[in-house]
């Protein structure tokens, strides 16, 4: 069965301090890559996604992502985060082929001021 | 407004007693999907449509019912809800038959099987 992993439970950093959130998907067939922010009390938002081409794709609020297909890995970052930021984040992964859409444990950060 | 409503917000109810969790789309969206998220599992896809009358299981659907009569609507049906079942839901919605495309999603349904 398809799995997202998601290594990174909780991150908790300061402001302007860089971002990395790790993702790892289990399934070699091509994939669409999706990462969501849930900000505290509401729903998920997408941020970016990756459906081919370049595979650094560049998302809303300053968040990038890069697909290493050798890797199986859609990383998210971010070079300097704001106290805003704090939110959880879901990676999320679908096979192109199939229609179910599966996502990551998710990663709770926090940012203080 | 570009919009997925679901209802009610929030539910407090025993076991047994069936329950309807209604989600509605404003998009003409074709792909609909419900979700339950529960901390340090994520998000776990319940059961998705891709259109009218189409419906199939996802990765959780034991204790779950929906249908899919109208593109617009995608109600979430438990017939015996357990304590189990308490979770956070969501109801989301894509363009497209297949889910490809970005979900939009509700706001969400607290539910509490006592």
């Known amino acids: 069965a398809q799995s997202v992993s998601q290594h990174n439970h909780h991150v908790i950093l300061s402001e302007a301090a860089s971002l990395e959130l790790g993702c790892n998907y289990s399934?070699?067939?091509?994939?669409?890559l999706f990462w969501y922010v849930q900000y505290p009390g509401q729903h998920l938002q997408l941020l970016l996604k990756?459906?081919?081409?370049?595979?650094l794709v560049k998302g809303i609020k300053g968040f990038e992502a890069e697909f290493i297909k050798s890797k199986f890995s859609f990383n998210l970052r971010k070079p300097s985060v704001q106290w805003s930021d704090t939110a959880e984040y879901f990676c999320a992964v679908k096979l192109w082929a199939g229609n179910m859409l599966t996502f990551g444990g998710g990663t709770r950060l926090m940012v203080k001021p | 407004e570009a919009q997925v409503t679901q209802n009610p917000r929030y539910l407090i109810t025993v076991t047994g007693k069936k329950l309807t969790v209604t989600c509605s789309q404003n998009?003409?969206?074709?792909?609909m999907s419900w979700y339950r998220q529960d901390p340090g599992l994520g998000l776990r896809q319940i059961y998705y449509s891709m259109n009218v009358e189409v419906t199939d299981k996802g990765d959780v659907p034991e204790g779950y019912k929906v249908s899919r009569k109208e593109k617009r609507n995608f109600p979430l049906i438990l017939e015996s809800p357990s304590p189990n079942q308490t979770s956070l839901y969501f109801c989301a919605s894509s363009s497209g038959q297949g889910g490809n495309q970005p979900q939009h999603f509700g706001d969400g349904t607290r539910l509490s099987i006592l």
């Open positions: 399934y070699g067939g091509t994939v669409n």
């Open positions: 998009m003409n969206h074709e792909y």
């Open positions: 990756y459906f081919s081409g370049d595979p």
